[in-house]
């Protein structure tokens, strides 16, 4: 056996990215961005609430979080859902306590199921933003136009109609999605997505439909990803959400206005003995002059109006 | 993968053993401890790449956006911050470089370029493996990077990583007939040695698989202060060893990862540690070959491995 030689064919080599989506930009040699009232840093809090079919799907891959267990999964599915039951509760008093306005990435069937959890988020005076129907509907090329189409159209709707909001934002299920999906988006609506994990600040995407903005929303930084795929300690995630936060605030004296984005989950981080962890990273961000705290949606507003 | 390249083997027989102690004295310029070489990996990872039957690109179906903007993130964001910090310490690259780059991000080539940083081969792309591929078609990655490196830079490769760390049995002998004086892809000493091939002097530069951000943070998973900890120790020893004879530490990279404003600093203050200390040559890779050439130290090495099999054969041969 051996490969066939256009293997060693690249139809994509050439100056910039290999797809039309975006441009290459350097983060350092941008026009620096200005966030209302002079601010350095857009803090952007994103809280996952999710909803982990027992019966979901393991092809062609699991969206992170997945039940695990032999079928009937009892364990994940229930601890799962304890963030919509309680957990997402500590993270809404806490965000109260500390007056911020955040963004609430909802899978769809959550405001079928749990209308009383979208009202909680709405009332907060928290961003709703869509994270797909549920966590066993990844997005991948596997599936058609019309398919993928159905999952967005439903996602929506249901969190439009359930919340009375725009929801122009939106987070896939494990970030994932297919060649269509940001085309996809943005006709149905949809302004900005956190999928993309590249960059610090907003930046624009090419679509069929019009521009769709990629929001940055950090990886390695997840409470879901430091608890459950490297295994750290609480502690050493707040060192290392405070550890970015301290880059990005010294880049912005030089460079012009950082995102700084912490992505939550309501099942993580709002365990009881995870929260208080959350108020020590929170208390520290907001202990510094020149920081924004808004919904993903009006930091991308802010973005757009300032370019 | 097919038979004829990779039969099944229990010996990578690539070199011959020599035990750590009382091998010949290396003397670095300067009469250094230590030769100490960061090696960025500066990689493209293909949005929709052909699969290779011996291993799938992406863990999802193409396109991976998850972790396709993960390591994109690299060159739009975390090269730069990772440049600064070598910069403030005094560091120049070698760069592990996915060739097709220079294609696609002069600009991050022109950069390193400008700072006199020095050029490896790392493949083509990080998506595109040797496995499965023919004798001729592995050669024409060789010359495809060869040809691209000096197109672009001016410079002649003397270094090779393969992609991905993927590779043949004959890889090295081809490498070496292409002229490429040092690879990358083996772990089994603290300083160069010798590779045998079948025509030229192939040098395995110690790399490393331990104090590569890319096992710490995505095999490994130790946090950023976890990473500048072990680096420093990893330093203390070989800097102590280096008294006896000169060491190698490589430290490679991968700015989609160090390049993290989470992880940045933690890899400075580490970097500046070293370079606080004296007796470091703060080098390249190919400086580091030539000087294992022009030191004498590739021939003494051999000499002293022939020395050590002829012994093992007596002594079999006396029991």
């Keep these: 056996m051996s490969m066939p030689d256009n293997y060693l064919e690249y139809p994509a080599r050439r100056y910039g990215m290999d797809h039309d989506r975006y441009e290459w930009s350097d983060l350092f040699k941008r026009k620096p961005i200005a966030w209302p009232n002079g601010a350095r840093i857009a803090l952007s809090i994103v809280t996952h609430v999710q909803h982990f079919p027992l019966d979901m799907p393991s092809k062609p891959f699991k969206a992170p979080g997945a039940l695990s267990m032999p079928y009937p999964d009892f364990r994940y599915y229930t601890n799962r859902d304890y963030g919509n039951r309680v957990g997402i509760f500590r993270v809404l008093r806490l965000l109260a306590e500390k007056q911020l306005k955040t963004s609430f990435a909802i899978n769809g069937i959550i405001a079928e199921r749990y209308p009383a959890l979208v009202q909680a988020v709405i009332e907060g005076g928290h961003e709703i933003v869509a994270h797909g129907l549920d966590m066993g509907k990844v997005h991948h090329s596997g599936l058609s136009e019309d398919e993928e189409n159905r999952i967005i159209v439903e996602a929506l709707r249901l969190l439009r109609e359930t919340s009375g909001q725009k929801v122009e934002g939106w987070l896939s299920p494990g970030r994932a999605q297919g060649f269509n999906t940001p085309d996809l988006l943005a006709k149905n609506g949809v302004t900005y997505s956190l999928d993309w994990a590249n960059d610090d600040l907003p930046y624009e995407m090419r679509t069929k439909a019009g521009p769709i903005v990629a929001m940055p929303m950090a990886y390695e930084t997840d409470d879901r990803v430091v608890a459950d795929e490297y295994f750290q300690s609480e502690a050493d995630w707040v060192q290392q959400v405070k550890d970015r936060f301290d880059v990005l605030y010294r880049e912005s004296a030089e460079y012009g206005g950082r995102v700084m984005s912490l992505p939550l989950h309501s099942w993580v981080s709002g365990m009881p003995y995870r929260v208080e962890y959350l108020r020590e990273a929170l208390d520290y961000i907001l202990s510094h002059e020149g920081v924004w705290n808004a919904p993903a949606g009006d930091i991308c507003a802010a973005f757009r109006s300032a370019g | ?319």
């Design chain 2, 1 to 319: 993968m097919a038979a004829e390249a990779n039969p099944m083997r229990s010996d990578l027989g690539l070199y011959d053993y020599l035990p750590w102690p009382n091998r010949p004295k290396i003397v670095w310029p300067g009469n250094k401890r230590i030769a100490v070489w960061i090696a960025p990996n500066i990689e493209f990872y293909e949005y929709d790449p052909p699969n290779n039957p011996t291993r799938t690109p992406w863990a999802r179906p193409n396109p991976d956006v998850l972790q396709y903007s993960h390591r994109d993130y690299g060159n739009r964001a975390g090269w730069q911050r990772m440049m600064a910090a070598m910069d403030r310490a005094g560091f120049r690259g070698s760069v592990s470089l996915n060739v097709a780059l220079c294609d696609h991000h002069p600009e991050i080539i022109k950069a390193c370029a400008d700072r006199g940083w020095e050029f490896f081969s790392h493949g083509i792309y990080n998506t595109r493996y040797v496995y499965n591929l023919d004798i001729e078609q592995e050669r024409a990655i060789i010359r495809d990077a060869f040809e691209t490196v000096r197109k672009h830079t001016g410079q002649e490769l003397a270094g090779w990583l393969s992609p991905a760390l993927s590779n043949n049995f004959w890889t090295m002998d081809i490498l070496a007939e292409a002229g490429i004086q040092y690879t990358c892809d083996m772990f089994h000493d603290d300083q160069p040695m010798p590779v045998k091939v079948k025509s030229g002097k192939l040098i395995s530069m110690p790399y490393s698989l331990e104090m590569n951000d890319v096992i710490v943070y995505n095999t490994q998973k130790v946090t950023p202060r976890h990473y500048g900890e072990i680096i420093k120790r990893q330093f203390d020893q070989l800097y102590k060893e280096g008294d006896e004879s000169g060491t190698v530490m490589c430290i490679p990279l991968h700015p989609y990862l160090v390049g993290q404003p989470h992880r940045i600093d933690a890899f400075a203050e580490a970097i500046e540690y070293i370079a606080s200390h004296d007796g470091v040559w703060q080098t390249t890779g190919r400086e580091i070959a030539e000087a294992y050439h022009a030191s004498g130290a590739y021939d003494a090495m051999n000499a002293a491995m022939s020395a050590h099999n002829a012994a093992n054969a007596t002594e079999k041969g006396i029991r």
